[in-house]
């Protein structure tokens, strides 16, 4: 049983980690064996991830000033937090890929990002997303299409120029 102190202590603990988190995932992880649990705890630490279980009346009280619609349904019976401290996809990949391998053991309940509450369908969505690397390879391939085609189009000007005036200057050789 915790203190009244110790109590207090761990609600200002959940509101530091809810502030910081870019995406917070709530899952229940009461049926993983310890190896698939530690698996998973690594997996999540090396993505930056902290996976934490709380009492849910001291979520509940450490996330009541939010006024976040619909995330008290996500925090009843036996349930943990993982908050995504760098990206909130990252989280949401991990969790999915692993309700996939331990079907009925780890149940994915919801999430939260930017304020808005998901349901496990949202996360899903979320770790679909491709990683950030990947994304910022497609804009810049999206911006670098353009410069290219633009080079291309200047180069062939520039070659019908050369060709040009080669032509003219055998046309001059000839004649002289």
Known sequence: ?????????????????????????????QRLTAEPITELRRQCREAGVTLKVYKNTLVKKATED??????????????????ALDEAPSVAKILSDFAKEYK??????????????????????LASIPPREVLLGMVAQAFNGPIVKFARVLQ?????????LNAVREQKEKVA
């Open 1 to 29: 049983m915790l203190t009244r102190q110790e109590k207090v202590e761990r609600v200002e603990e959940i509101r530091k980690l809810w502030d910081e988190a870019k995406g917070i995932i709530i899952i229940d992880s």
């Open 104 to 125: 009925k053991k780890l149940l994915i309940k919801g999430g939260v990002m930017e304020g808005k509450v998901f349901d496990k369908s949202g996360v899903v969505a």
């Open 156 to 164: 062939a000007n520039i070659t019908g120029i050369a060709r040009v």
């Open 66 to 83: 939010l006024k976040l619609e619909g995330l008290d349904e996500y925090l009843t019976g036996p349930t943990t937090t993982a908050f």
